[in-house]
């Protein structure tokens, strides 16, 4: 067992706009924390890994190319394996606990 400190908590990004941590990492899954405050762009692209994402802090939107919806405290969002998305609109500092399965980067892309 392990307890991760933090996971979910927001935290003020750097002068990116977006602030990505790992806090854990095996082979099948990661997790971390995912922060855009008011204002910010995602700049992320999409992932060779499904992701789960945990609001637990602010208010947004999340756009794909099939679906836009707002999002809020307690929202779980799943994005299968190279879905593109984005948080759009972040009118609340947006904190996001993110689970991916398996670990985020650890498959390679299929193109």
């Not at 067992?1 to 003020?12: F, H, L, R, S, Y």
């Amino acid at each position: 067992m392990e307890i991760i400190k933090g996971a979910g908590t927001w935290a003020q990004p750097g002068a990116v706009g977006n602030d990505w941590v790992e806090q854990l990492r095996t082979s099948d899954l990661s997790v971390g924390t995912y922060c855009i405050p008011v204002g910010g762009r995602d700049t992320q692209s999409p992932h060779t890994e499904d992701e789960i994402y945990v609001v637990t802090a602010g208010r947004a939107k999340i756009t794909t190319p099939d679906r836009t919806a707002e999002v809020g405290p307690g929202a779980v969002i799943f994005v299968p394996a190279g879905e593109e998305h984005r948080f759009i609109d972040v009118t609340e500092d947006l904190a996001l606990l993110v689970v991916f399965g398996p670990a985020f980067g650890s498959r390679t892309s299929e193109s």
